[in-house]
């Protein structure tokens, strides 16, 4: 790259960290969907495992952040290590646009339009997963667009999507950006990715000791955590009455991110690009097609936000139509007018994506251990309450004394064992804590 397009590549890690550090969560949060925050600290703060599918690259990485001289709570640097991994990914896809060529107003008009897609940018302010995973998705997307020929790229591109999926399995969409690969390479990229998947074959020796998840240490345990046995109910379960009030959500999501007109600029990029070279345009449909069914009929109602890795592909198609419409302007300063679209989305979006004074998880959960009585068993009944009861008991240490059960976990046997119930018949919670105090934590208002 030449000094100019690493100069600009700089400048767009550092506007886009600027404005995510700007309004990044000074602690654990609920906001933007965040409620699994306090799992992954646990998760990376200790010897316990996070959710299932367990994310392990994910909590290897953040292992060796917390130890970093930074920031002041851990979940603070989590927080931070977000908006690092998405000012990251911008970095790259600017980098991307650069060397294949785009004018560099529509790769900063495209790169800035990432850094404020509104669902882009709330990932980066939480502690959660999706812009690690839309880094390596980046990564893949770039070592994949031109069909690898040599053994050594092919097996780099199959390592990096690996690696990608060891983060967040719903990288698994990216896959028909690989059918270009050639005979010669599939056997090396192949190999890639079965290193890249290696850290969930690292889950038993990252754990130590029973786990509220499941149990990690017999193969079939193992093997129904990485697969998420457990969430598999919610997978293409939407009921069809919910079908087309999903399908407006995703379409609004679309406009949201990229507003009306840069919607009508990816329609236009994409057939363009579609009469330039049809074999990379249809892959990435494909992969964006495929992600969003899935988001569509995953039956939650933050399910939309698996689309936060992929948010690069329609940022692509935005670049191509700014990159044709450019060609019938003619004068060279009307091309720079793009820069309005991310600056309005700013403006429109700042104050519901701000979260530099959100205290309200922090609140609640000091307010619920000071009120606990000595001994207690607190039952939970929602995620992000168990999970920041998790944090600040685990954690920064607060009231040992109480235990944390979580109703709906209670049901499966290895969380009991986790608890201390050695029988695999159900027990119920009251004969199991008789003598202790059992309070219904009451839902955050």
């Given at each position: 790259?030449?000094?100019?397009?690493?100069?600009?590549?700089?400048?767009?890690?550092?506007?886009?960290?600027?404005?995510?550090?700007?309004?990044?969560?000074?602690?654990?949060?609920?906001?933007?969907?965040?409620?699994?925050?306090?799992?992954?600290?646990?998760?990376?703060?200790?010897?316990?495992?996070?959710?299932?599918?367990?994310?392990?690259?994910?909590?290897?990485?953040?292992?060796?952040?917390?130890?970093?001289?930074?920031?002041?709570?851990?979940?603070?640097?989590?927080?931070?290590?977000?908006?690092?991994?998405?000012a990251?990914?911008?970095?790259?896809?600017?980098?991307?646009?650069?060397?294949?060529?785009y004018?560099?107003?529509?790769?900063?008009?495209?790169?800035?339009?990432?850094?404020?897609?509104?669902?882009?940018?709330?990932?980066?302010?939480?502690?959660?997963?999706?812009?690690?995973?839309?880094?390596?998705?980046?990564?893949?997307?770039?070592?994949?667009?031109?069909?690898?020929?040599?053994?050594?790229?092919?097996?780099?591109?199959?390592?990096?999507?690996?690696?990608?999926?060891s983060?967040?399995?719903?990288?698994?969409?990216?896959?028909?950006?690989?059918?270009?690969?050639?005979?010669?390479?599939?056997?090396?990229?192949?190999?890639?990715?079965?290193?890249?998947?290696?850290?969930?074959?690292?889950?038993?020796?990252?754990?130590?000791?029973?786990?509220?998840?499941?149990?990690?240490?017999?193969?079939?345990?193992?093997?129904?955590?990485?697969?998420?046995?457990?969430?598999?109910?919610?997978?293409?379960?939407?009921?069809?009455a919910?079908?087309?009030?999903?399908?407006?959500?995703?379409?609004?999501?679309?406009?949201?991110?990229?507003?009306?007109?840069?919607?009508?600029?990816?329609?236009?990029?994409?057939?363009?690009?579609?009469?330039?070279?049809?074999?990379?345009?249809?892959?990435?449909?494909?992969?964006?097609?495929?992600?969003?069914?899935?988001?569509?009929?995953?039956?939650?109602?933050?399910?939309?936000?698996?689309?936060?890795?992929?948010?690069?592909?329609?940022?692509?198609?935005?670049?191509?139509?700014?990159?044709?419409?450019?060609?019938?302007?003619?004068?060279?300063?009307?091309?720079?007018?793009?820069?309005?679209?991310?600056?309005?989305v700013?403006?429109?979006?700042?104050?519901?994506?701000?979260?530099?004074r959100?205290?309200?998880?922090?609140?609640?959960?000091?307010?619920?251990?000071?009120?606990?009585?000595?001994g207690?068993?607190?039952?939970?009944?929602?995620?992000?309450?168990?999970?920041?009861?998790?944090?600040?008991?685990?954690?920064?240490?607060?009231?040992p004394?109480?235990?944390?059960?979580?109703?709906?976990?209670?049901?499966?046997?290895?969380?009991?064992?986790?608890?201390?119930?050695h029988?695999?018949?159900?027990?119920?919670?009251?004969?199991?804590?008789?003598?202790?105090?059992?309070?219904?934590?009451?839902?955050?208002?």
């Amino acid at each position: 790259m030449s000094r100019r397009n690493l100069v600009v590549v700089g400048a767009i890690f550092l506007l886009g960290l600027a404005l995510y550090t700007l309004t990044l969560a000074p602690d654990l949060t609920w906001a933007h969907w965040g409620a699994d925050g306090g799992d992954l600290l646990v998760a990376a703060a200790t010897c316990r495992l996070a959710h299932p599918p367990g994310t392990p690259l994910y909590v290897l990485l953040t292992r060796i952040w917390l130890h970093l001289p930074w920031g002041s709570s851990p979940a603070w640097r989590l927080n931070f290590f977000s908006a690092v991994m998405a000012a990251l990914t911008t970095a790259v896809f600017a980098a991307f646009l650069l060397h294949r060529g785009y004018h560099l107003a529509v790769t900063l008009v495209a790169a800035l339009s990432l850094i404020v897609a509104p669902l882009f940018w709330s990932q980066a302010l939480i502690t959660e997963v999706y812009s690690t995973a839309a880094f390596f998705a980046m990564l893949t997307l770039t070592l994949a667009w031109e069909s690898p020929r040599s053994a050594l790229r092919a097996f780099l591109g199959g390592l990096v999507w690996g690696l990608g999926l060891s983060v967040h399995p719903v990288l698994v969409f990216l896959a028909p950006l690989w059918f270009g690969v050639s005979r010669r390479g599939l056997m090396a990229w192949a190999g890639g990715v079965l290193v890249g998947l290696l850290p969930y074959a690292l889950l038993p020796v990252m754990a130590s000791g029973l786990q509220p998840w499941g149990d990690v240490r017999s193969l079939a345990g193992w093997w129904e955590f990485v697969t998420a046995r457990l969430y598999w109910g919610y997978a293409f379960a939407l009921p069809w009455a919910h079908v087309p009030q999903r399908l407006l959500a995703w379409a609004v999501l679309l406009v949201r991110q990229f507003t009306s007109a840069g919607v009508l600029l990816m329609l236009m990029g994409l057939r363009m690009a579609w009469q330039r070279q049809k074999s990379p345009v249809w892959r990435v449909g494909l992969a964006f097609g495929a992600a969003s069914v899935y988001a569509i009929g995953y039956n939650t109602t933050d399910s939309l936000v698996y689309l936060v890795p992929y948010l690069m592909l329609p940022a692509l198609w935005l670049a191509d139509g700014l990159e044709d419409l450019i060609t019938w302007v003619p004068w060279r300063r009307l091309r720079w007018w793009g820069l309005l679209l991310p600056l309005a989305v700013v403006i429109w979006q700042w104050g519901a994506l701000d979260l530099h004074r959100d205290t309200a998880a922090r609140s609640w959960w000091e307010s619920t251990l000071v009120q606990a009585p000595v001994g207690a068993v607190l039952v939970t009944a929602v995620d992000g309450q168990t999970f920041a009861l998790w944090y600040a008991q685990e954690v920064l240490g607060l009231r040992p004394d109480i235990t944390v059960v979580d109703r709906d976990l209670w049901a499966r046997p290895s969380y009991r064992e986790f608890l201390g119930v050695h029988a695999e018949e159900p027990v119920s919670l009251e004969a199991f804590f008789e003598g202790r105090a059992l309070i219904a934590v009451p839902p955050p208002k």
